[in-house]
């Protein structure tokens, strides 16, 4: 009996409890204020820290530069993360659509600078956080979504990506030690040492290690990324890639 209603786009969020393999019909009527605001309690300004929370994890993330500063189990009190992450950094990247001979991207890099910071939803149902980010002409759009009966966090990503001859990249730092890399596979996963070469692999990769006393992991599930990579205790995955067209090892301008 709970829903909550964007003021914006006039939109209603609601759980719906469907059977197996079943359906479920649900009215939705426009009488009366439509349950809670969804927007109710969002943070615009220029905050320390903004905080996405439910009964199952506490993430936390920098007011000034948008990294992801703590994931944090609430039921086993784990920290999963060991220092900043999740901040688009762009590297060099002379090479060709092949990459020949490459094993990873470990060019000059930098880091995006962050342009705003916003809590967009503080709901009942869910949460969430937008960022936006820009270097030169690109410009970078995450929002994290926290949902109350979930205990993993979502994000979509809009990138307008302008940067010649460069990779995308993100890193999830984990507190994990003594770490093995996984990587999915067609009907099952691969397991993979833990240099940082970029690995293939298909909807998602995993670093695991010891936590706290006990054994855990961290694990990115993407809908259109292929390309991941561990470096000791740190995930890797690449979001875009603007490199030359099979220019096959000659000069990028020419």
């Not at 530069?65 to 999963?80: L, V, W």
């Amino acid at each position: 009996n709970q829903s909550e209603t964007y003021l914006e786009e006039s939109a209603t969020l609601f759980e719906a409890d469907l059977p197996p393999f079943g359906y479920a019909t649900y009215w939705i009527y426009g009488k009366g204020n439509g349950g809670a605001r969804i927007n109710d309690g969002a943070q615009n300004g220029q905050e320390a820290s903004y905080i996405l929370e439910n009964p199952y994890l506490r993430a936390e993330f920098d007011g000034k530069s948008g990294a992801a500063i703590s994931i944090y189990d609430k039921r086993s009190g784990t920290e999963y993360l060991s220092k900043p992450s999740c901040r688009p950094v762009i590297i060099e990247d002379n090479s060709d659509t092949w990459a020949h001979n490459l094993k990873g991207f470990y060019g000059k890099s930098s880091v995006a600078e962050l342009v705003s910071i916003k809590m967009t939803e503080n709901g009942i149902i869910r949460k969430a956080i937008e960022l936006k980010y820009a270097v030169n002409r690109t410009v970078i759009l995450h929002t994290y979504y926290l949902y109350r009966n979930e205990d993993f966090l979502r994000v979509a990503v809009k990138i307008n990506y302008n940067e010649k001859n460069t990779v995308l990249k993100y890193f999830i730092n984990s507190a994990l030690s003594d770490t093995a890399a996984y990587y999915e596979i067609p009907f099952g996963y691969v397991r993979k040492n833990c240099e940082g070469q970029e690995q293939p692999a298909l909807r998602w990769a995993c670093v695991y290690g010891s936590a706290g006393g006990g054994q855990a992991g961290i694990a990115v599930c993407c809908d259109s990324k292929s390309s991941y990579s561990v470096q000791e205790n740190t995930l890797g995955f690449i979001g875009v890639r603007n490199s030359v067209f099979a220019n096959h090892h000659a000069k990028p301008d020419s």
